[in-house]
């Protein structure tokens, strides 16, 4: 009886409840395989996945354990195109034998990796994180395209894969994308309108990082107009300045569902006079975005669109300057400070020098300009 004659045997449905006996049938492939051409194990390779594939849904977990000692085994002994085709077959069946498709998932070549990053259910999340650690770019960008991707893989491939593998990432409806993924994203978009663009419209962006977006896409407008016309500097930013005001008002219907519970919570402390600068400080410490917003907007008496800007533009001094007026503590300060900077942080450098202009800063040239800023608001107001 033939190799294939007996995997025949082995596998058929009615065989099912039979003990199989995968060292003798791999001791026979060994044989084969020993004397055998490179177009003779392509051969055998075909028949014993035809095999697997056609009878995949009857097969149990010994059988499955059984094709994956076989599988493995002629890995080894087959050269690159027919372990392409073993990847692109193997790579849409649900029960696919993990061990061999986690070892075509880690192979050098793209043509053998790639079907099976991009499309196989039995490549576990621990092993897309290890591969997205690792492997290259081309890996990386298959792995992009996946239907669904948890955070922990969408968090190694905007760190670490290249432009490619983060616009697809990025473009993926499918990928999760956590704190620390989108303030990466959002770095990578400063100049690129493309990234921007796209990270921008997924519909579960967090406000904040919509809003930073924003920013960053007014400051690359601005430059490329200022480039072009250096004598209308003052204009255009002024005039950029507007339209970006403007979008955060058209977005604001659809991205600030957040706001209504931290303007609850911390409104109800204000009216009953227990909102103070510890509550400002446990907000910002425990990265509470939204609502120390909602806080500082009812302690400085300033509108929340206003406080927003402050806190997603690169320079801290609106920050810095709001603090002082109400009359807030470095300590408060500092913990504002790194909830603005995120998961990045803040060198050391940046927080002694903003040590340094907050102490220098006198609160009465504080409020003075708070109140300047007030009355703009107020000048910007629609009139009721």
Do not use: C
Not at 102 to 112: K, P, Q, S, W
Not at 155 to 168: C, I, K, P, T
Not at 225 to 252: D, N, R
Request: glycine fraction near 6%; hydrophobic fraction near 45%.
């Amino acid at each position: 009886m033939s190799v294939d004659e007996r995997l025949d045997d082995q596998v058929r449905p009615d065989a099912e409840n039979q003990p199989l006996s995968a060292d003798s049938l791999i001791t026979e492939l060994e044989q084969t395989f020993s004397g055998g051409t490179d177009g003779a194990r392509a051969n055998t390779l075909r028949r014993i996945t035809d095999l697997f594939v056609f009878g995949s849904g009857n097969l149990g977990d010994e059988h499955i354990e059984l094709f994956d000692r076989i599988f493995g085994h002629l890995i080894a002994e087959i050269e690159s195109s027919a372990r392409a085709v073993l990847s692109t077959r193997l790579s849409t069946l649900p029960n696919a034998p993990p061990v061999t498709i986690r070892t075509l998932a880690f192979d050098e070549e793209i043509a053998v990796a790639g079907p099976v990053l991009k499309n196989s259910e039995a490549l576990d999340n621990a092993s897309l994180v290890e591969n997205a650690g690792k492997m290259s770019q081309e890996h990386l960008l298959a792995i992009s395209e996946r239907k669904a991707l948890s955070e922990t893989v969408t968090d190694v491939l905007v760190e670490r894969g290249n432009r490619d593998v983060a616009l697809s990432a990025a473009r993926n409806k499918g990928a999760k994308i956590s704190e620390a993924g989108y303030m990466r994203l959002v770095k990578r978009s400063a100049d690129d309108e493309e990234m921007a663009a796209t990270v921008g419209a997924r519909e579960e962006i967090p406000r904040h990082h919509f809003l930073k977006l924003l920013t960053k896409a007014t400051h690359a407008v601005r430059s490329k107009l200022e480039a072009a016309h250096p004598q209308f500097g003052a204009e255009i930013q002024q005039a950029v300045t507007q339209v970006a005001t403007e979008m955060q008002a058209k977005t604001a219907a659809t991205k600030t569902h957040n706001y209504a519970a931290a303007q609850a919570t911390v409104g109800s402390l204000h009216a009953s006079g227990r909102l103070g600068e510890r509550n400002v400080e446990w907000f910002a410490r425990l990265n509470k975005f939204e609502e120390t917003v909602v806080a500082l907007s009812l302690m400085g008496r300033l509108p929340v669109g206003t406080v927003e800007r402050a806190m997603v533009q690169d320079d801290a001094g609106a920050i810095l300057i709001l603090a002082k007026a109400i009359g807030f503590s470095w300590q408060t300060v500092k913990a504002i400070l790194l909830l603005r900077a995120g998961s990045r942080g803040l060198p050391p450098l940046a927080l002694e020098q903003g040590l340094v202009n907050f102490t220098k800063l006198t609160q009465a040239t504080a409020r003075q300009v708070i109140d300047f800023q007030r009355g703009r608001d107020s000048a910007a107001a629609p009139a009721t």
